[in-house]
């Protein structure tokens, strides 16, 4: 049997690379016809909408789920996520500095693997910024040493596990810090974590929501640091206080 994939890509306000994202994401569907796309468009204030419609209009294996309001990062995916039925699902970026075409790549490692049931797939980022790199290893770094467990590149694309992982998640978080919980519970669970070389391209169009400043990347530490105390108490209280 075909396994299939079902890959999430939340959009708020890209209007003006939308159209080259769906380009990118019918050639994807082409070379891999088991493959969907859904296109959550995440409360966007801009064009998104009506470009999306023109966009997808007449294309098989693409289709749109629209968030009215935007409740975060996590509650798009989240949303695309429950309205995908394939036996692999997942998630990547819609700004194509991560390349749709990757979760191919991703969903071959299912098909080769003998239980597919109990693997986490994950992208790891190469091509970046000297001063990103760098952040991303000191929260690497923190988060192996919290959650008492490798975790490296944690943000990176695409995400990819098997649908039957996601059904057994509790109270996923709904912002960024859902990569976070998604590689942790993984690594709780005793999932079999594959990773592989993806490309960071520079960024074509608009601008980061997050990582604008030194003063958003403090308060996204803040906000990982709450969350990651949280996290690792559900966890430990699942495990008997084991972390």
């Known amino acids: ?15 003006r690379s939308l159209l080259q994202l769906v380009a990118r994401c019918a050639e994807v569907v082409a070379a891999e016809p088991a493959c969907e796309i859904v296109l959550v468009d995440n409360g966007s204030t801009d064009d998104s909408p009506d470009v999306l419609t023109r966009g997808l209009a007449g294309k098989v294996g693409i289709r749109s789920v629209r968030v ?47 239980d597919p049931t109990r693997l986490f797939v994950k992208g790891a980022r190469y091509g970046r910024p000297i001063a990103d790199a760098a952040f991303t290893f000191g929260m690497s770094l923190f988060e192996t040493l919290w959650m008492g467990r490798a975790m490296r590149d944690i ?5 990819l596990f098997p649908r039957s992982f996601l059904e057994g998640w509790r109270d996923p978080p709904e912002d960024f810090a859902l990569d976070l919980f998604a ?11 594959q990773r592989f070389p993806v490309l960071f391209a520079p960024r ?25 105390v949280r996290l690792r108490r559900e966890i430990a209280a699942r495990n008997g206080g084991d972390a």
């Open 1 to 15: 049997m075909t396994v299939r994939l079902s890959l999430v890509i939340p959009c708020y306000n890209e209007a």
């Open 68 to 114: 009215p309001v935007n409740r975060g990062y996590g509650h798009g995916i989240l949303e695309g996520l429950r309205s995908c039925e394939s036996e692999i699902v997942g998630w990547t970026h819609a700004d194509l500095q991560t390349d749709p075409m990757d979760a191919v790549r991703g969903l071959a490692m299912f098909r080769s693997e003998r």
């Open 155 to 159: 943000n990176a694309q695409p995400t």
């Open 183 to 193: 590689y942790a519970e993984a690594k709780a669970s005793g999932m079999k974590v």
């Open 204 to 228: 074509q169009h608009g601008v980061s929501h997050w990582n604008v400043d030194w003063k958003a990347k403090a308060k996204f530490i803040r906000r990982t640091f709450d969350f990651s």
